[in-house]
């Protein structure tokens, strides 16, 4: 969807250093998400969020943060990327009545 | 804690033919809702069953949610080269929370 947008779109990056994934919004959810995505294995929730104040970690928050700077803008950080967090991220939202999730375009991040 | 799994990993159709996906939990569901994601896309929602026994039809698609609510199937009639593509489900507790089973990739053969 054109009302989820996630940059970069594909990011190289080196053990050890520092990464920021964003994503932002204009479909006015509340509800915003953070995915991984491997081969065989599916969508993996890392972190989502109910509104601005609410963060919880999901199945696969380990060596991930994530910051919710307003109701439109979700980013995830790696502190200090590993080989393998290379995978394919999600972020996604989800309206307060409805249940179906929105998916932006994803970013593809290598880290070597 | 919750576990779906997903039924083939991977499948090959001839263009014309039907074939059926399957989508098991280990815990009883909220909700079940099917997503597809195109190749070099990303996941895009197709629709959601909350009832026990529930029957949708999408055009060539139908799907079915278990009367236990723990399992669900996409069956897909004379397929067409647009239905390339990974199939997920994704099953929902209580909080609306998604667990996304490992999907299904259908390949079509003219």
């Known amino acids: 969807d054109a009302d989820v947008t996630q940059t970069p779109r594909n990011r190289i990056t080196k053990t050890g250093k520092r990464i920021m994934l964003e994503c932002s919004q204009t479909?006015?959810?509340?509800?915003m998400y953070w995915y991984r995505q491997d081969p065989g294995l599916g969508l993996r929730l890392i972190y989502y969020?109910?509104?601005?104040?609410?963060?919880n970690k999901g199945e696969i928050s380990d060596g991930y943060s994530v910051s919710r700077q307003a109701q439109a803008k979700f980013s995830l950080s790696l502190e200090s990327a590993i080989p393998n967090q290379t995978a394919l991220y999600f972020c996604?939202?989800?309206?307060?009545?409805?249940?179906?999730?929105?998916f932006g375009p994803g970013t593809r991040l290598t880290v070597t | 804690g919750q576990q779906v799994m997903q039924i083939p990993q991977y499948q090959h159709v001839q263009e014309g033919e039907d074939f059926t996906t399957y989508c098991n939990s280990s815990?009883?569901?909220?909700?079940i809702q099917w997503y597809k994601q195109r190749p070099g896309g990303h996941p895009v929602f197709l629709i959601q069953?909350?009832?026990?026994?529930e029957v949708k039809k999408q055009k060539r698609l139908t799907f079915q949610f278990g009367e236990a609510k723990k399992n669900s199937s996409l069956h897909i009639t004379a397929t067409q080269t647009t239905d390339v593509g990974t199939y997920f489900c994704?099953?929902?507790?209580?909080?609306?929370?998604?667990?996304f089973g490992a999907g299904t990739q259908v390949v079509v053969t003219p």
């Open positions: 069953l909350v009832k026990s026994g």
């Open positions: 969020s109910f509104d601005v104040k609410d963060i």
């Open positions: 479909k006015g959810h509340d509800r």
């Open positions: 815990t009883t569901l909220s909700n």
């Open positions: 994704a099953g929902a507790d209580s909080w609306g929370k998604l667990q």
């Open positions: 996604a939202t989800r309206g307060r009545e409805a249940l179906e999730q929105y």
